[in-house]
């Protein structure tokens, strides 16, 4: 057995990293804009707007990337274009019908390696690129890309965990960093159809009644992810370190806080947690319960016997989306 952690520096660590400060920016936001009521079949705050369509839901999410990124990795920026907004279809339940980009360079060369990436993954994940805008005279490489899906009467969300779920943390092992950022590439290079059929485990799982409230991990790590899921649910719980999937040799810390290719959260009622890791299992990907969510509304992290409060959303929020829950009204 190693040493043990320093559970209160790892929570501080978690609560500061920059992916998690970048979501903290949505609680002005939703204010700003009085997004708190419900515009949609779900409330702001979720992988998606889902919007009621004859039997099923269409879904629509965007992403933005930073210059920085784009700059450093401009092909795996455009691949991510595609990859990540994929992912949040996913995470609702819903399989992409698809994409349309905006996309700012200061010359056509510049531009190229961007449209590269957005191509490869479009045509690996199999969804077409439709239209959007473009611009070769700007002054910064900048990306946004929008995507439409389709999920059926059951949907996958981040308002639905309750006390009593396991937690569960699906993800791709099979990959590398793209040193020395802290995206872990388990997409590139990979054949399409394993791509494809990967994704659609949670539309199955979602049709199938054995899930009702799933996030995709985003920037802002599987423990800073958690949180935005338990803040939509109004529930708190405990992450079980030891339990996470991790790849050999990378340190926990870093894993914390890296971007997964293939990484998803799911609340799931304690019977139908082994049907659940059995799906993902039979597909190579990584699959474990992490944790047990309850009615405290705080979330914490675990190591042996020790625990640290992460967040406290009865102190304050996040996000700033669990209140838009009307279900959790009094």
């Known amino acids: 057995m190693g040493m043990p952690l320093d559970l209160p520096a790892l ?6 990293a920059r992916g998690l400060a970048h979501k903290r920016d949505i609680d002005a936001v939703v204010a700003r804009l009085g997004l708190g009521g419900r515009h949609a079949m779900v409330p702001v705050g979720d992988d998606c ?3 009621p369509d004859g ?3 269409l879904l629509f999410a965007i992403e933005g990337f930073l210059d920085g990124f784009v700059s450093v990795d401009p092909y795996f ?5 595609i990859m990540v907004n994929l992912s949040d279809v996913a995470a609702m339940g819903g399989r992409p019908l698809a994409v349309v980009d905006a996309l700012w360079s200061r010359d056509a060369a510049t531009a190229d390696p961007i449209l590269a990436g957005l191509s490869d993954a479009a045509s690996l994940y199999g969804v077409p690129i439709v239209g959007g805008h473009t611009n070769t005279r700007a002054g910064a490489a900048n990306l946004a890309v929008a995507v439409l899906g389709r999920a059926g009467p059951r949907l996958l969300t981040s308002f639905d965990a309750a006390p009593g779920d396991d937690l569960i943390a699906a993800i791709d092992l099979r990959g590398r960093f793209r040193e020395p950022n802290p995206y872990w590439d388990a997409s590139t290079g990979v054949p399409g159809n394993r791509l494809r059929g990967d994704l659609a485990l949670l539309p199955g799982l979602a049709e199938d009644g054995l899930a009702v409230a799933a996030k995709d991990i985003s920037m802002a790590g599987i423990v800073g992810t958690a949180l935005m899921l338990l803040e939509c649910s109004r529930v708190g719980g405990v992450i079980d370190l030891a339990a996470i999937p991790r790849p050999d040799g990378v340190p926990l810390a870093r894993w ?3 971007f997964p290719s293939f990484g998803f959260l799911l609340a799931v009622r304690p019977d139908r947690t082994p049907a659940v890791l059995a799906r993902f299992t039979e597909r190579g990907i990584a699959a474990a319960g992490i944790g047990r969510l309850d009615a405290s509304r705080v979330a914490r992290i675990r190591d042996r016997a020790e625990e640290a409060v992460v967040w406290d959303f009865v102190g304050g929020p996040l996000i700033g989306c669990g209140r838009t829950d009307a279900k959790a009204a009094p």
């Open 77 to 81: 920026a455009g691949y991510c274009g």
């Open 11 to 16: 929570a501080r660590g978690i609560r500061e």
């Open 256 to 258: 914390l806080t890296a």
């Open 55 to 57: 039997d099923g839901h």
């Open 49 to 51: 707007a889902a919007i």
